[in-house]
């Protein structure tokens, strides 16, 4: 079956552009992990929805990161006003029950701000 | 501060011989703990998982160890494959939280 899906792969925007990034998590998983991973180093947590509701979202950097889930599938992180440090890739992970099972990654987005 | 870290940033290994990356986690009460596979342009990829209630579990090729004693986390790789240079990251789930703890990860070439 399908795995979890991100688009675009590729984002290159200018400094103070706004920026939506998508996932389509594996159909049917309740929980999606939203993550950011700066180069040479480990993805960190930004935020985290079950079903529609955003349960977490205290890894978000600033209130220029923005994430929803409305439908409780799709979900879009949109950054606003974006800015250098924001450079990054932007990882979504699914997973199909609260607790401790196995979440399962996109490829993420690279995201580069000029 | 709730922390995972490595103690190399790269490891080079001979192509059959067998690997062993170490990790060190600060934050005691997590409950689970997980490896990662990551190549290049692709998501971390799950390899093997362990809860705080066991010392050893191993998979395929694989094997993880817990020391909680020390708060030490390892994976073990038996007869390396060059498939199986990438980067390694260790992680943690904190007891009763969702979100993975990533650390830094451990670069694993593989030589001929």
């Known amino acids: 079956g399908a795995g979890v899906s991100q688009s675009p792969r590729y984002k290159v925007a200018k400094r103070g552009q706004d920026v939506a990034l998508r996932c389509d998590p594996i159909?049917?998983?309740?929980?999606l992990f939203w993550y950011q991973q700066a180069l040479g180093q480990g993805p960190e947590f930004l935020t985290y929805?079950?079903?529609?509701?955003?349960?977490?979202k205290s890894g978000l950097p600033s209130d220029r990161f923005f994430a929803e889930r409305p439908e409780g599938s799709v979900s879009t992180l949109k950054i606003q006003r974006t800015q250098q440090e924001d450079s990054a890739v932007y990882l979504c992970?699914?997973?199909?029950?609260?607790?401790?099972?196995?979440?399962?990654f996109g490829p993420g987005t690279r995201l580069t701000v000029t | 501060g709730e922390s995972v870290g490595l103690h190399l940033p790269t490891l080079s290994v001979q192509e059959g011989d067998n690997s062993i990356i170490n990790c060190a986690y600060s934050?005691?009460?997590?409950?689970?703990f997980i490896w990662y596979k990551q190549e290049s342009g692709k998501g971390p990829q799950f390899i093997i998982d362990?809860?705080?209630?066991?010392d050893k579990r191993q998979g395929q090729r694989v094997t993880v160890l817990l020391n909680k004693t020390v708060k030490h986390l390892s994976l073990q790789i038996a007869a390396t494959q060059p498939g199986d240079s990438a980067v390694y990251f260790c992680?943690?789930?904190?007891?009763?939280?969702?979100?993975?703890?990533f650390g830094k990860g451990t670069r694993l070439h593989i030589l001929p």
């Open positions: 992680a943690e789930i904190p007891n009763r939280d969702d979100k993975i703890i």
């Open positions: 159909s049917g998983h309740v929980s």
């Open positions: 362990i809860r705080s209630n066991m």
């Open positions: 992970a699914s997973s199909s029950q609260t607790g401790d099972s196995e979440q399962y």
């Open positions: 929805f079950q079903n529609e509701a955003q349960l977490d």
């Open positions: 934050n005691s009460a997590s409950d689970y």
